[in-house]
Nanobody, 124 residues
């Protein structure tokens, strides 16, 4: 049984930082693309950052480029999202996802497994 469990969300002031973690179990972690998505109130879920299983770089949404960093520790079956210079518009539920597809990791329908999400609230 595959499980993805996010942690690290919370309330932070604008300009602050948070580090999200996603612990995976029940899958061969090193073979999966690991991706963070988010969904703000009243909006559709959107891609945030991705780490391909191949290690061939990392990918970011333009809105978070330069502020967020995705990293993974295959030995710990964990992916992280370091977020700095947070803005109120970063407020959302952040989801961790895992996918095997070689198709775009920016597209949520290509993900195979999802966590339940962790809420990040950035106050102004």
């Amino acid at each position: 049984q595959v499980q993805l469990v996010e942690s690290g969300g919370g309330l932070v002031q604008a300009g602050g930082s948070l580090r999200l973690s996603c612990a995976a179990s029940g899958l061969t972690f090193s073979r999966y693309n690991m991706v963070w998505f988010r969904q703000a109130p009243g909006k559709e879920r959107e891609f945030v950052a991705g780490s391909p299983w191949s290690g061939s770089g990392t990918y970011y949404a333009d809105s978070v480029k330069g502020r967020f960093t995705i990293s993974r520790e295959n030995a710990k079956n964990t992916v992280y999202l370091q977020m700095i210079s947070l803005k109120p518009e970063d407020t959302a539920v952040y989801y961790c996802a895992a996918g095997l597809s070689s198709r775009s990791i920016r597209v949520d329908r290509y993900m195979d497994y999802w966590g339940k999400g962790t809420l990040v609230t950035v106050s102004s």
